[in-house]
């Protein structure tokens, strides 16, 4: 079996579907999408078709290192994934070529079902009270919010207040045993995080996420000796080498590597099993597209540090389309009481609409993050 085509899709609303063939007729999907950067990703997947035609898609490690290795510039978002949305086509096709889910291939199932989490709100937090309420009521047990909007290096004790009373009334509509975790998504900086930490300890949330961006993640140290909250990073950290010293210092208790731009499938079981070594649990980063949550799934499937799932059903990114509208079956992410089932289908366990896939992808997409500035005019972290 050879590989003979890749082809990459831009669909709304902002990810990056690929697509590769076999001379067999079985065909391997992946999502390479880097929000914000979906045409540079496209052309390092097209890029790196030079490494792939003609290749045995099964010799996927061989296949991975070329990609990395072979080529003296390595690493950061763009490269690692377009190497992400590669691994997991061919991850598909040896899946289906096999007859097996892809979990199968890493020693099996260590679970019947996983735990899964909903957003509520958009960046601007507001009425989040009854969101929560409702994505109870729809049998999550767990949700996920935005703890502010922009916020300055050092900002009155007012903006923290409200992130207070806005985590409050989720509390207040829920109760202790739901889990509530807060993303300050990079946009606090050390000195703000340290006081938000404190001020919402009393709400015991289930984790906070990115504190501080990744570039700063020696902050880390300061932060976790103001709270006994879980802390949680790792959306913008795209290998193994870029995990190893955030494990090594200590102060991460939930890591969030991305199956869509931490190097696939691959990659991602290796920087669990070395989180696993640090008794550091794994909780996959996936406001995406169903690819990338197959993809995560899989690795949940077989991965004992796995906490809970992050996905992006109803999410407030998803205008355009939804994480189900590129299905031929969506009920395979069908979600009860707050979990999905193990995939049981060969590869990825989903069958792409590729008819929907390639009617969308005839408008092309250029979705930006908005750029924030703050009341001085200086540009605010989004």
Known sequence: MKITNIEVFAVPPRWLFLKIST????????EAGLEGHVASTAAAVKDASDYLLGQDPTRIEDIWQQLYRARFYRGGPVLMSAIAGIDQALWDIKGKHYGMPIYEFFGGRVRDKIRVYAWIGGDKPADVANA?????????????MNASDEMH????????????????????ATDTAFGIAIDFHGRVHKSMAKVLVRELEPFHPFFIEEPVLPENNEALREI????????????????RWDFKGL???????????????AGGISELRKIATMAEAYDVAVAPHCPLGPI???????????????????QSLN???????????????????????????????????ITINEEAVREAARTVQNWRNPVWRLADGTLAEW
Request: net charge negative; proline share 4%.
């Open 247 to 261: 494990l090594m210092d200590g102060y991460v208790d939930i890591i969030q590597p991305d199956a869509s731009h």
């Open 292 to 310: 990338a949550l197959a993809s995560c799934l899989q690795i949940d499937a077989c991965t004992h540090n796995v906490l809970i799932q992050e």
């Open 224 to 239: 976790a000796r103001h709270t006994t909250i879980p802390i949680a990073t790792g959306e913008r950290l795209y290998s």
């Open 153 to 172: 290096y050092v900002d009155s004790f007012h903006r923290v207040e409200e992130v207070v009373a806005r985590v409050a009334e989720v509390r207040a």
């Open 315 to 349: 999410i407030h990114y998803n205008t355009q389309a939804d994480l189900l509208d590129y299905l031929a079956d969506p009920t395979i992410f069908a979600y009860h009481d707050g979990y999905v089932a193990v995939p049981q289908q060969p590869g990825l366990g």
């Open 132 to 144: 929560a309420r409702q994505r109870r009521e729809a049998g999550f047990t767990a949700i996920k």
């Open 23 to 30: 001379d067999s007729g079985i065909c391997g999907w992946g």
